[in-house]
């Protein structure tokens, strides 16, 4: 009986460390790298390593070497079995603002090994509020919208994209 306690023990005091002494500026460097063969860079970013987790703040975006915005916080938090990304304060640059909105306050996405196929994101800003998954092996993102005033009159152009059932708007996309 003792030794399955210290044996279970072990593997907890294990898979912790892994977690604590994990290189987290190393990865986020990779994931950098990585996305960047897509034309996406990020820039200006300060970072800030966690026991659990790696902290951005002051990152800005670009695609194709255009600027397209601002954002002023990042959190990546990691635990054994969950993961969580928490993205605040989302500014558009001014030359998307006729396109999409300007201000986005906040993106929240988790992942657990419990469900490793599907990451969960709500978001909430002018647009009003998005809840929705990223079915990784199908390739799919899903989700609804719950449409702000703004969204519903400045920006029905972007709304079209959403399919308007059930007294709500749905989107679909395949990637």
């Known amino acids: 009986m003792k030794f399955l306690i210290k ?37 200006g970013e300060t970072k800030k390593e966690k026991v659990f987790g790696l902290t951005l703040n002051g990152l800005e975006l670009y695609y194709d070497s255009l600027y397209t915005s601002f954002i002023k916080r990042v959190d990546f ?12 304060d989302i500014r558009v640059s001014k030359d998307f603002e006729k396109i999409v909105p300007s ?12 469900k490793f196929n599907i990451l969960n ?11 929705g ?10 989700g609804e919208l719950i449409p702000s005033k703004t969204m519903k009159f400045q920006y029905r152009k972007l709304l079209r994209e959403f399919k308007f059932k059930d007294g709500k708007y749905k ?3 395949s990637f």
């Open 7 to 43: 044996s279970i023990l072990l593997v907890i005091v294990f898979f912790m460390a892994l977690i604590v002494f994990m290189p987290k500026l190393n990865m986020y460097n990779l994931l950098e790298k990585n996305i960047e063969k897509e034309n996406i860079i990020i820039s």
């Open 77 to 88: 938090t990691t635990f054994l079995l969950y993961s969580n990304i928490n993205i605040k």
């Open 103 to 114: 201000n986005i306050k906040e993106i929240d996405i988790k992942h657990s090994v419990l």
């Open 121 to 131: 994101i709500k978001a909430h800003g002018d647009f009003g509020d998005f809840n």
């Open 133 to 142: 998954e990223v079915k990784i092996f199908d390739k799919k993102i899903v």
């Open 171 to 173: 989107y679909e996309f």
